[in-house]
């Protein structure tokens, strides 16, 4: 077995590189967490674009959206983030470019309940209301 | 005087503030030189009093009284051990041939950690127990051949005598660094520190024999094996570096503590830099290289005294 | 010598994905062992006929959670077969991309996790270190870190820009230099060679036999790429080498692994500059016409096979998904025979697994 003191002492320059180079994590709370403009984060609705036409909630895979429709001019579109896969299909599917993700991260809550969001709540008589 | 040498300086508090200190600084070390930013100062703190805050459980079939008797033995025979061990000079007791006491009262927590692993009766502990008792004979022998060395050299088994010897001669580890090499090996061996670490790998065994024990057992046993590092790294110093004599003039203590910590960085530099050893090849290592290499280092120091 | 029978698993530290062994112990020697599979079954395959074809790329992501694009590619390519439909060239050579920096970021994950398993967790911090560079890329680019949702039927869901591939090529020039010292190491590094020499041996005999497929095979002697092998776009017109070694231990596996990354990183630099001008997807017929198609690729982990029948009406009405990982999974018995205790962890770390790949 060759004994060669390199194969011993292989790793001395990489720490040492490794000390003077700034430290890759952050103390989490403290520093701040920057999410990517890219990022695909959770779904937004332009309100005034939806026509209820529900393309989004038939190609979501995670049953994440939801239509009540009541007749054509009344429809409210829910959404779930705890069933979001956040895959982006939804913003795909649109026809209107109605739908489309933001780079935030859907907010903690107690219950289950408190996350469900209306993204649209349309009504006959007014033109739209964001929930 | 000796109360106050007992529990606070160089005793009891001002070895359990060392061990804090000394398992900050270590995985501070490791962190930044794996890129990482590291726990906080008072890591070691919070993970002591949540230790101590949280339910102690006990496996069916353990023994009770052995589980939990065995980490106070073994933080006993580290906290006498310390007594002897002089931090700046200063010590709790001395007397001819404290060195062999205290080696023995090192070698104690090996024995308990093995027969920790014994009386809960899990596999893993039981395999770890195996594992640390094999470990102990490869590390133990080259370990204590190593630090017969300034002894020998110095003529007196008395720890104070050694450090006095260095003083009007010069550093053991000058005279005999294969020596002190050999006794840093042996602590990370004792210490079952990163690269040494085998009876308690965690991807092999676990936790190694402390896989059963929780609560206030376990942060027993993880603050003896915190004080039993810095007792080893002030008995290296005082063996090898020549206590806290430097040039004439230095106050004592800012300079034990600087050699300290040199040994805690050489420590943590060595667990960064290596892969864990498989139990044989510890063995080997241990029976081939570092026993053979501490007698050729005793040979030589016999030589010098002519 | 009495018997000991160790439980790795379903939860062990050495594991990140439940499986189950059952070692029987004659002092440190495993002399028997058996496995249990199954803990991960999501019964991905049926789900996929509850489910239209659009939807199942996304659930088709999930079935790993580290080749998530890989997947994706394969089923879109099936379902496109079947469509009769011709990506743009953009298109492939954006998937292909992406499967690099894929395939880059699979390697050195599991670089990290074996350096773990052997107590080195320094080149486990630098190897996921490094590979964050590439998962910064891949979210840039595509929104997602894991699961990239980069594909749609018909062609890529992402595009770049020319300043956008600018900073990725500067991004891999960090990325080549670190990626060096890496390979560096394995190949140089005492501790690291000593543990993983030797251990969990494959023959070439036993690798036909088991038709073990990706980088374990690769580092049993046998030459298979289904990049190079297929002939077919963008590899066809990228100049790259196959790593192979005849070894066929845990050592000769990193470095193929290791090696291949390298090899990934020129491939992403040659795909960046060789991108083809045009659309990225494009139109798919609303149904899928009655047939069947089989697509493959070459995952990070070897060669992923999916099959796909469709009746003509909205779901598939069979897929079938054939991962590399579950024919490596089954040499683990012959590999576990006779090691000791502590080369345990080097063994099953070695193949790469990914359980919730093998179960799906």
């Known amino acids: 077995m060759p004994f060669r003191v390199r194969s011993l002492i292989y790793m001395v320059p990489q720490i040492i590189r490794s000390l003077r180079a700034p430290s890759i994590t952050v103390r989490f709370p403290f520093a701040p967490a920057v999410i990517p403009e890219g990022y695909r984060g959770v779904v937004k609705v332009h309100a005034e674009l939806c026509r209820g036409c529900s393309l989004c909630v038939r190609d979501c895979p995670a049953a994440a959206l939801e239509l009540h429709r009541e007749n054509r001019e009344t429809y409210r579109l829910i959404y779930h983030p705890e069933r979001c896969a956040y895959c982006g299909q939804c913003e795909l599917s649109c026809n209107f470019g109605a739908i489309y993700q933001v780079n935030e991260i859907s907010r903690s809550t107690l219950h289950l309940s408190e996350l469900e969001t209306v993204l649209v709540d349309r009504k006959p008589e007014e033109e739209d209301s964001e929930g | ?306 | 010598m009495t018997k000991t029978t160790v439980p790795i698993g379903p939860q062990h530290p050495l594991l990140k994905e439940p499986m189950s062994f059952q070692l029987g112990l004659e002092g440190e020697r495993v002399a028997e062992s058996a496995m249990r599979i199954g803990y991960v079954h999501r019964g991905i395959e049926r789900l996929c006929q509850e489910r239209s074809y659009v939807q199942n790329i996304y659930l088709l992501e999930r079935v790993c959670g580290i080749c998530s694009h890989v997947h994706a590619t394969t089923y879109s390519r099936a379902v496109e077969a079947l469509m009769g439909v011709e990506v743009p060239p953009r298109g492939v050579y954006l998937r292909a991309l992406m499967c690099e920096f894929e395939r880059i970021h699979s390697h050195l994950l599991w670089l990290g996790v074996i350096a773990r398993n052997i107590g080195f967790d320094t080149i486990f911090n630098y190897a996921w270190r490094d590979r964050e560079i590439v998962l910064d890329i891949m979210e840039d680019l595509s929104g997602g870190r894991v699961s990239h949702a980069a594909n749609t039927l018909g062609g890529s869901r992402f595009d770049l820009t020319d300043e956008h591939r600018d900073k990725i090529l500067e991004q891999l020039q960090i990325m080549d230099a670190q990626i060096q010292l890496l390979l560096g190491a394995v190949e140089h590094e005492r501790t690291l060679r000593e543990r993983t020499r030797g251990i969990g041996k494959l023959t070439l005999e036993q690798i036909h036999r088991y038709c073990v497929v990706g980088p374990v095979a690769r580092a049993s002697g046998l030459d298979i790429d289904l990049r190079r092998d297929r002939h077919e776009a963008p590899y066809d017109r990228l100049e790259f080498a196959v790593p192979v070694h005849t070894d066929g231990d845990v050592w000769a596996r990193t470095l193929v692994r290791v090696q291949e990354a390298v090899e990934s990183v020129s491939l992403c630099r040659q795909i960046l500059n060789s991108l083809p001008e045009g659309p990225v997807t494009t139109r798919v017929p609303r149904r899928v016409p009655a047939g069947e198609a089989i697509s493959r690729s070459e995952a990070p982990r070897g060669e992923v096979i999916y099959y796909v029948r469709s009746d003509g009406s909205d779901k598939p009405a069979r897929v079938k998904v054939r991962t590399p990982t579950l024919t490596a999974l089954v040499t683990l018995s012959e590999q576990l025979a006779d090691v000791q205790m502590a080369d345990v962890s080097v063994v099953l770390s070695g193949v790469d697994l990914c359980i919730a790949c093998a179960d799906r």
Not at chain 2, 97 to 105: A, E, H, N, P, S
Not at chain 2, 142 to 152: H, Q, W
Not at chain 2, 211 to 231: C, I, N, P, Y
């Open chain 2, 1 to 306: 005087m000796v109360p106050f040498r007992l529990l606070v300086y160089p005793g009891f508090l001002f070895l359990f503030f060392c061990a804090m200190l000394f398992s900050w600084l270590d995985r501070r070390i490791i962190a930044r030189v794996q890129g990482r930013v590291g726990p906080p100062w008072y890591q070691p703190l919070a993970d002591f009093i949540k230790l101590l805050t949280k339910e102690d459980v006990l496996t069916t079939g353990a023994h009770a009284l052995a589980s939990s008797v065995l980490p106070m033995v073994s933080l006993v025979s580290v906290l006498t051990a310390a007594l002897y061990v002089p931090v700046a000079g200063v010590s709790a007791d001395s007397f001819d041939g404290d060195l062999i006491v205290v080696l023995f009262l090192l070698s104690m927590p090996a024995l308990t950690y093995f027969l920790a692993g014994w009386v809960s009766v899990g596999v893993y502990s039981i395999i770890g127990g195996h594992r640390s008792l094999l470990q102990y004979f490869s590390y133990e022998v080259p370990f204590l051949i190593a630090l017969a060395g300034p002894a020998v050299l110095s003529g007196s088994w008395r720890i104070a005598d050694i450090i006095a010897y260095q003083g009007h001669t010069i550093w053991g580890a000058l005279t005999q660094p294969l020596g002190f090499l050999l006794a840093v090996v042996g602590l990370i061996g004792k210490l079952k520190r990163d690269p040494l670490d085998i009876p308690k790998a965690k991807s092999e065994v676990v936790g190694g024999p402390l896989t059963e024990f929780s609560g206030r057992k376990l942060a027993l046993w993880h603050l003896a094996l915190d004080m039993q590092t810095v007792v080893g790294i002030f008995l290296l110093v005082n063996l090898f570096l020549g206590g806290s004599r430097f040039l004439t003039g230095l106050p004592a203590f800012p300079v034990f503590a600087l050699k300290a910590l040199g040994v805690l960085l050489m420590l943590s530099l060595a667990s960064a830099l290596y892969a864990r050893l498989r139990i044989d090849q510890l063995a080997t290592l241990g029976s081939r290289w570092l026993a053979p290499l501490a007698l050729l280092q005793v040979a030589v120091v016999l030589w010098m005294r002519g």
